[in-house]
């Protein structure tokens, strides 16, 4: 980030003079199958607009029809968030005008939302627990995606056409809100991820969504705004909409934070307003004035019967509650023998399910997690993406753990076909094949190489029969680089030993 382009604060500056107050809407994808209104086909990624029909392209006289699976997985998300369930819950129309929403109203839940008043425990980087209270967790649909032509990154400015793609419209959405989050002072960013993440990892344990941030099915809106430290009453917020990755949601309320503290010290005003989040250097961009509940003229959908929710169909849902992803990472813990700190250190990377995975397809665990957390966890930070982001599965690093475990490639080996996969030079075997990455086994080439060194460090030598067993360092490289690095080390090392002893 280029302090020339924005005037921001000094974060710690920031903490001297105000104390940031965060909200944070996340809206989740249900993995429902079909839509929350009619029984098109909700799946990401088909040909545009043919997961349609008169519901979801509001087509007049088309009646919606609630989809049972999409209540009962609101009912989930609200009881693993220790909300109340309303008995008895209402959806509403909420108006406003945008080409990528056909009704002209968004379809959603406004003072009687289905679940309200819960909380979700998260665990911080130092092993500290923050509790984070929902406010509500509602129902609605998602709008469809349009995709602006010839303007620059995307964006609607400056675009020459717009095209609008409807099968997410309908989609169902949980929309879960949180009560403003005060006295995080520092750790305001660090409380967002954490519980950002954390929901995420609830909802997949829920199966409930597959919760892809990077594919839009989860989206985080992050409202933030100052007051002078001492002070009661919340300062304006801001909303910096769609934020689609963990880490980009840290960034955003630390540059908010620091961007607000700049223009409030010096006696300008902040405007409440949505914001854009800028992936290239972790800024945010106005977006346009926001609107008050009054603008949407939200009013019950006269199509739709309340949504009943009987205390025992919440009841049967409640014991259907898989292991919360706390406790699972408390039984993981003791299975694999590890410290908290260690735990803690996986989890906040990101890799506990990666490993989980890895060693599903055959890997131990520790070699799992040094892949993850060592080589691959450098590989995301210098892509800046999230680890699970790399382009690389849990069962192509499983691959690699067993050609290096069977002697097939050394460790660097190991390291260049991940290398090769991430390049999108294909599957595993593929690379190590294409780039030639084998073991030489055949113990003639290794031995001239050997005798080849030795013959040439004759003061190695010398110190080796002295007493020094340490100098063998010099052979080994010298071997690895007439072998082009082919030979195994622990062979070569063999084969020293046995020459000079
Ligand atoms: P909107 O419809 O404007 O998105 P919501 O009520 O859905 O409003 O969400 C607003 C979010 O911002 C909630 O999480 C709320 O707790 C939080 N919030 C409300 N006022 C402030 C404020 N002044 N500063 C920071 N967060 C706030
Ligand atoms: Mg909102």
């Not at 309303?86 to 929403?101: H, L, M, T, V």
């Not at 977006?287 to 929710?309: C, I, M, Q, S």
């Not at 014991?319 to 699972?328: G, I, V």
């Not at 699970?388 to 002697?407: F, N, S, W």
Request: glycine share 8%.
């Amino acid at each position: 980030m280029t302090a020339a382009t924005y005037d921001l604060m000094d974060f710690d500056e920031v903490l001297e003079k105000y104390d940031p107050v965060m909200g944070l809407e996340v809206h989740v994808e249900l993995s429902t199958g079909t839509k929350m209104f009619s029984s098109s086909s909700a799946a990401f990624g088909d040909e545009p607009n043919s997961n349609v029909d008169p519901v979801s392209l509001g087509l007049p006289g088309a009646l919606p029809v609630v989809n049972e699976k999409g209540v009962e997985y609101a009912i989930k998300i609200g009881l693993a968030l220790n909300c109340s369930i309303a008995e008895s819950s209402r959806f509403a129309r909420k108006n406003y005008f945008y080409p990528d929403q056909p009704k002209n109203y968004q379809i959603s839940q406004y003072d009687e939302p289905i679940a309200y008043d819960g909380y979700l425990d998260v665990v911080l980087g130092d092993g500290t627990e923050w509790r984070v209270e929902i406010e509500r967790a509602h129902m609605e649909e998602d709008t469809g995606k349009l995709t602006h032509l010839g303007g620059a990154s995307g964006r609607i400015h400056g675009a020459t056409a717009s095209l609008v793609d409807c099968n997410r419209a309908g989609v169902p959405l949980i929309e879960i809100v949180t009560k403003p989050i005060e006295g995080a002072g520092e750790r305001a960013p660090e409380v967002a991820k954490a519980y950002v993440g954390a929901l995420r990892e609830l909802v997949a344990a829920l199966g409930v969504s597959d919760a892809r941030m990077d594919q839009g099915s989860m989206r985080c809106d992050a409202n933030l705004s100052l007051r002078p430290v001492g002070e009661k009453e919340f300062g304006t917020r801001t909303e910096t909409k769609n934020i689609n990755s963990l880490r980009s949601v840290e960034q955003a309320i630390r540059f908010e934070m620091q961007r607000q503290a700049a223009v409030l010290s010096e006696g300008g005003e902040i405007v409440q307003e949505t914001r854009h989040y800028q992936e290239a250097d972790g800024s945010t961009s106005k977006g346009r004035p926001k609107e008050t509940a009054e603008d949407y003229r939200y009013f019950n959908d006269p199509d739709l019967p309340p949504v009943h929710a009987p205390a025992e169909w919440v009841e049967q849902i409640r014991e259907t509650l898989p292991e919360m992803p706390w406790l699972r990472r408390a039984r993981i813990q003791k299975e694999w023998g590890i410290g908290d700190k260690e735990m803690r250190d996986l989890v906040n990377a990101g890799a506990l399910d990666l490993i989980i995975e890895t060693t599903e397809h055959g890997a131990s665990a520790d070699e799992a997690r040094s892949w993850w957390v060592s080589y691959l966890a450098g590989k995301a930070n210098e892509q800046e993406v999230d680890l699970a982001d790399l382009e690389i599965t849990p069962a192509q690093v499983a691959r690699v753990i067993e050609l290096v475990r069977d002697g097939k490639l050394t460790t660097k080996m190991g390291r260049q076909a991940v290398d090769g996969v991430l390049a999108g030079e294909g599957d595993v075997d593929k690379v190590v094949a294409d780039r030639g990455l084998e073991v030489v086994r055949d113990d003639g080439a290794i031995e001239a190489a050997v005798d080849e060194a030795l013959a040439a460090n004759p003061d190695i030598v010398e110190k080796y029969r002295a007493g020094n067993k340490k100098v063998t360092g010099a052979i080994v490289g010298a071997v690895m680089k007439a072998t082009k690095g082919k030979a195994d080390p622990k062979q070569v090392n063999q084969l020293i030993a046995k020459k000079l002893n």
